[in-house]
């Protein structure tokens, strides 16, 4: 299942039911947003901490 799969699936879940399993909802969620936001969350995290550390801000 790819990312265009995972929304379509989240989308026609929202719709039809009124709810749905956490784990579920939790895999797709994580196959939408595999690599996007989360890494660069990560990415942008470790590089301030590393600019603090060079100028010796803690």
């Given amino acids: 299942m790819n990312r265009h799969d995972a929304r379509r699936e989240l989308t026609r879940l929202l719709a039809t039911q009124?709810?749905?399993r956490i784990s579920r909802?939790?895999?797709?969620?994580?196959i939408i947003d595999i690599d996007g936001c989360e890494r660069q969350?990560?990415?942008m995290g470790k590089k301030i901490k590393r600019i603090k550390r060079m100028r010796g801000v803690r």
């Fill in 18 to 20: 009124k709810t749905v």
């Fill in 41 to 43: 969350r990560v990415q």
């Fill in 25 to 30: 909802l939790r895999k797709l969620l994580n």
